[in-house]
């Protein structure tokens, strides 16, 4: 079993390390209402990008959308549940001295994908879970006209689109979720190359 690994920007703490340790000690964090654990859900988002042969950078940027749900384990942070807790913001704020903006767009703006693609495509508010159609409200509703045009100007869309299409599909219990060590190799390329 994994001790806890103290997280300092000083002390030169291996990210990798410090991830897989929160991933091992929170694998029963539930996810919302959904019926799989915080975990299961990224690690199964990353299996997806994974599975489409998306290069290490995407991998990663799955792996880590949700990041934000666990600010608790980053301290210099200050966390407080809310309805919203504007997790995507959290998360980028914890994990950018490491990782590349690709990584860090997906994160910020997964939830606003959301939003955007219940403005611009007809059936995807229907393929939601309903927990991600309950949560929609809290998050702002569907893009108005305005905001779909400027969130098209974001030069890492087509990504940020399909880390948000592999977060949708990522809440299947019957598939095992697999293990975080999958992932270390992409996530030590994408750190190293940062």
């Not at 690690?43 to 997806?48: F, I, V």
């Not at 767009?105 to 955007?116: L, N, W």
């Not at 045009?149 to 095992?176: G, M, N, Y």
Request: charged share 20%.
């Amino acid at each position: 079993m994994h001790s806890h690994i103290a997280y300092s920007e000083s002390n030169g703490i291996n990210i990798v390390d410090l991830l897989e340790d929160i991933f091992l000690r929170r694998s029963s964090t539930p996810y919302g209402d959904e019926p799989i654990s915080m975990s299961h859900h990224m690690l199964q988002t990353a299996h997806l990008a994974q599975r489409a042969n998306a290069d290490d950078t995407t991998i990663v940027a799955a792996l880590l959308h949700d990041i934000g749900h666990y600010a608790k384990e980053f301290p210099r942070y200050k966390y407080i549940d809310t309805c919203n807790d504007h997790h995507e913001l959290i998360g980028v704020r914890v994990v950018e001295q490491w990782f590349p903006e690709l990584v860090t767009d997906c994160i910020r703006y997964h939830v606003q994908a959301k939003r955007f693609l219940c403005s611009t495509e007809m059936n995807y508010y229907n393929s939601l879970s309903q927990a991600c159609k309950d949560s929609l409200p809290l998050q702002g509703g569907p893009m108005n006209a305005a905001e779909v045009l400027k969130f098209k100007k974001i030069s890492t869309l087509p990504t940020v689109l399909q880390v948000r299409r592999w977060d949708d599909q990522a809440i299947d219990s019957t598939i095992e979720a697999p293990a975080f060590s999958n992932f270390r190799t992409a996530l030590e390329s994408v750190v190293t190359a940062r």
